[in-house]
């Protein structure tokens, strides 16, 4: 259904160097760089299912801003990876939130894997795994 999210940034080579290293570990390549038609910088990172993760400098010039009750969630193939992803994100400059990475129950999804944290922006990043 989604082609590609968006979030912003207000340090793009931190951005790329935080994101090329987390999303490694989901098996994503470094980003592709992008000048908008504004001039503005953007990073792609593209997955093997077509799917589009993008940081872009605003182009309005304003800084960018976190969305107030917005999480971007990634899939992940196992426990471990959810651990992983979550770690090598705090070695990179981003912030732990909320419970730390582990197991979580809920009455609509049963027994799922999560780990929440924040980008060197602010974006609130999420790694789930589903048990089969």
């Known amino acids: 259904m989604l082609f590609h999210t968006m979030v912003g940034s ?3 080579e931190r ?43 605003p182009i309005n010039d304003e800084p960018a801003t976190v969305a107030n009750g917005s999480t971007v969630a990634f ?15 705090i070695a990179n400059g981003g912030t732990s939130i909320e419970a730390p990475p582990g197991p979580r129950t809920t009455p609509s999804m049963g027994a799922i894997e999560l780990a929440y ?7 609130k990043l999420c790694g789930i795994h589903f048990p089969k």
């Open 75 to 89: 899939a992940c193939n196992s426990p471990e990876q959810v651990k992983q992803f979550h770690d090598v994100a």
């Open 15 to 57: 951005s790329r160097r935080f994101y090329d290293e987390v999303l490694s570990v989901l098996g994503v390549s470094e980003a592709t760089l992008n000048i908008a038609g504004s001039g503005h910088t953007r990073l792609f990172y593209r997955n093997e299912n077509g799917t589009n993760f993008v940081v872009t400098e």
């Open 117 to 123: 944290f924040r980008d060197p922006d602010g974006n």
């Open 10 to 12: 207000n340090d793009i």
